[in-house]
């Protein structure tokens, strides 16, 4: 049955996450602040210390991000000895490819102390690109095909592994696997940036898995270039615009955060979930959720569409 009714929401942001994404992740640093020692980890559970004086504040790929100098670095997660099993995603930009990273010199990532307990992910300039490359033990190396070739250009690097097989991935991609061995390290906590090799550039969005992410996660991450950040939510539901109908399918988790006024348009639903949204709604037609749905609006503007 359809209601025919006049809304005017004046409605505030809720946080809805992704049930896949936020599994396993150990900290998420969006490193956005603005200043200081301190980089949060949006899960509000392994704050990093920041070392050094990276330019913070920066445009990342998503807000801001944190500029590192080979002397800076961000010292993160538990005191504990690095799984074997993990997945470790960033955004990286670096401001050239030459000079700046010879052999095991260029960490994104490291957990040791470079010795043989150490376990390092990060680039090895190569014919003019660099490449991404992993280390542990202090004895074993293993390059991959994946590289990245421009300068001042943001790329999403995914480090995967199983424990047998070493994954790369660039922008979404994947790009080889490498057979390798154990690679769990001594009880210390992870470094960002300058670990047993430094680096030099841009870093944001940086998380850190105690399992392995699917290809089609990886995908979600990439988000066709656009980057997701935590809590991993899409924004699928584009307003239709004044005079317009729009339908909103509730198993895409819809974030709406720009203004609608559909005026005579039509607002309806499919399925089941949740809708956040900050943003004002003004319509004469709000669509039944179904024969058998229910339609909340809460006071704090969560829309809920489920069954009887």
Excluded at 4 to 15: C, D, E, K, T, V
Excluded at 159 to 180: E, P, S
Excluded at 228 to 250: H, K, Q, R, S
């Amino acid at each position: 049955m359809r209601k025919i009714i006049l809304l005017l929401l004046m409605l505030f942001f809720i946080n809805l996450t992704s049930a896949s994404l936020t599994d396993g992740l150990m900290y998420y640093d969006k490193l956005d602040e603005p200043s200081g020692t301190v980089a949060i980890d949006s899960l509000n559970v392994y704050n990093g210390t920041i070392t050094g004086s990276p330019q913070m504040n920066q445009q990342g790929i998503i807000n801001k991000a944190i500029n590192f100098t080979p002397t800076d670095y961000i010292t993160q997660g538990p005191t504990q000895a690095v799984s074997e099993v993990f997945t470790i995603n960033a955004w990286v930009n670096v401001p050239q490819l030459s000079g700046v990273c010879t052999f095991d010199s260029c960490d994104i990532f490291g957990h040791g102390s470079g010795t043989s307990t150490g376990y390092f992910l990060g680039f090895y300039e190569s014919g003019g690109v660099l490449v991404l490359w992993m280390t542990y033990g202090g004895i074993a190396n293993y390059f991959s095909t994946a590289s990245i070739s421009k300068i001042n250009t943001w790329y999403m690097v995914t480090y995967i592994n199983d424990g047998t097989t070493f994954q790369t991935w660039v922008n979404g991609t994947w790009k080889q696997n490498i057979t390798v061995g154990n690679p769990k390290a001594a009880n210390t906590r992870d470094k960002i940036g300058n670990s047993y090799g430094a680096f030099s550039g841009l870093i944001d969005e940086l998380g850190r898995w105690n399992r392995t992410l699917s290809p089609t996660e990886v995908s979600d991450l990439w988000n066709g270039g656009a980057g997701l950040t935590y809590p991993f939510v899409a924004d699928t539901c584009t307003c239709a615009g004044a005079g317009n109908n729009w339908e909103i399918a509730m198993s895409d988790y819809c974030n709406i955060t720009e203004a609608c006024d559909l005026t005579t348009g039509t607002l309806s639903f499919t399925g089941s979930g949740y809708c956040s949204i900050d943003a004002t709604i003004h319509t004469t037609d709000l669509g039944d959720p179904g024969p058998n749905g229910l339609l909340k609006i809460l006071s704090n503007a969560l829309i809920w569409v489920g069954g009887s």
